[in-house]
């Protein structure tokens, strides 16, 4: 509830957050604190296969509540956000390092399985 991390713990978040994160910068698109040395690709059970995976490395969230329900106050890495906005970033609909629209285009032709994917939040 509005609390602040200690040194300590912003410390291990942020060694931690290195070895979540897999992004890679390209001459396109700048962005900090990208490590680019977790895998690419990981054995996936339901695939049968290595499959890609994107990680985003970690994030603070904060309410100033219990929960959304009864927070004033919501915050993603020390920035308020509404509901609205929390929904996004957990839908994978926000970029979880700048809150703009994501771009999960695979350049690519994707597995027919992998065309109509589930999501945590539904339309």
Known sequence: MDAELSD????????????????????TKQM?????TGPLKVKSIMAKR???LRAYGMHVLTFSGLG???????YWDKKPIDLD???SL?????DPDSLSDIDL???HNLPEYLVD???LFPS
Do not use: C, W
């Open 50 to 52: 290595e499959v890609f």
């Open 32 to 36: 900090m604190y990208q490590a680019g």
């Open 85 to 87: 906005t929390l929904t």
């Open 8 to 27: 300590a713990q912003r410390d291990t978040l942020h060694v931690a957050n290195q070895l979540m994160r897999n992004r890679r910068q390209t001459p």
């Open 117 to 119: 994917h589930p999501s």
């Open 90 to 94: 957990l839908s994978f609909d926000l």
């Open 68 to 74: 959304p329900d009864d927070s004033k106050n919501i």
């Open 105 to 107: 285009r695979n350049h």
